[in-house]
């Protein structure tokens, strides 16, 4: 403020009060935006008329998709026939949840339950769409 006694230098003072505020608010809905994303990869899933419910949002999955040239993708990343093994191991105590587009070959699938049996995977789910 100013110094009527003599002194002709002003204080300045910013507040960054409301800067850091919005940071945090940004911050916070990158984060929950990022949360709630779903895999991007758009998958065809086929029909069939035994489809249950699935009780999403209980447990946290391992999401495997394979498209319809037969790629094999989770969480972001390829994987070829031969780095299977080292798909199958990602956190084996999480559910595995298989998106197989409907126009995929055959063979990436049965390779990829093939390498689940032989390490002994239990929870594996495929996901349908019903009927």
């Known amino acids: 403020m100013f110094d009527f006694l003599g002194s002709d230098e002003i204080e300045s003072h910013?507040?960054?009060?409301?800067?850091?505020?919005?940071?945090?608010?940004?911050i916070i809905f990158f984060v929950l935006a990022g949360t709630f994303s779903k895999p991007v990869m758009e998958v065809l899933l086929p029909h069939t008329k035994t489809a249950e419910a699935a009780g999403r949002g209980q447990e946290k999955e391992l999401i495997v998709s394979i498209d319809q040239e037969g790629q094999i993708f989770c969480e972001g990343r390829a994987y070829s026939e031969e780095e299977l093994a080292e798909l199958v191991a990602l956190r084996p105590a999480q559910k595995m949840n298989l998106f197989v587009d409907e126009r995929a070959p055959f063979k990436p699938f049965i390779a990829l339950i093939d390498e689940t049996r032989?390490?002994?995977r239990s929870n594996v789910v495929i996901t349908t769409e019903k009927k």
């Open 14 to 26: 910013i507040d960054l009060t409301p800067m850091i505020d919005v940071i945090f608010m940004l």
């Open 118 to 120: 032989l390490a002994g």
